[in-house]
């Protein structure tokens, strides 16, 4: 059963970076589609970023984080990691890690292909 553990969320100022780390466990990483999601409440869950593990060219960001964030994976530590950049007022959500087996043919950034997700962690900008 894969599981999966955040970490490096916090309070930030307008501008500013965070990382935010997911650790998995529990099958093979590299079969995996890792995607970063955001909710906050009252709202449906968004889909931030994700990327195939198992091969290149499966990398994709939501609009509103195009070209502030960048998805990346480490094999050796089975880690997935959030680089966040140029944070804004608007990006204050919990983010949730999730693990959807394989290619996620058109579902990259869809939460319902995804089977498995951490806990979260807050990520608040203060403007």
């Known amino acids: 059963q894969v599981q999966l553990l955040e970490s490096g969320g916090g309070s930030v100022q307008d501008g500013g970076s965070l990382r935010l780390s997911c650790t998995f466990s529990?099958?093979?990483?590299?079969?995996?589609?890792m995607g970063w999601f955001r909710q906050v409440p009252g709202k449906e869950r968004e889909g931030v970023a994700s990327?195939?593990?198992?091969?290149?060219?499966?990398?994709f960001y939501s609009d509103s984080v195009k070209g502030r964030f960048t998805i990346s994976g480490d094999s050796a530590k089975k880690t997935t990691y959030l680089q966040m950049n140029d944070l804004k007022s608007e990006d204050t959500a919990m983010y949730y890690c999730?693990?959807?087996?394989?290619?996620?043919?058109?579902?990259?950034?869809?939460?319902?292909?995804?089977?498995?997700w951490g806990q979260g962690t807050q990520v608040t900008v203060l403007a």
């Open positions: 529990g099958d093979t990483y590299a079969r995996y589609t």
């Open positions: 990327t195939y593990i198992g091969g290149d060219g499966y990398t």
């Open positions: 999730a693990a959807g087996w394989g290619i996620l043919w058109g579902g990259y950034l869809t939460p319902r292909y995804y089977d498995s």
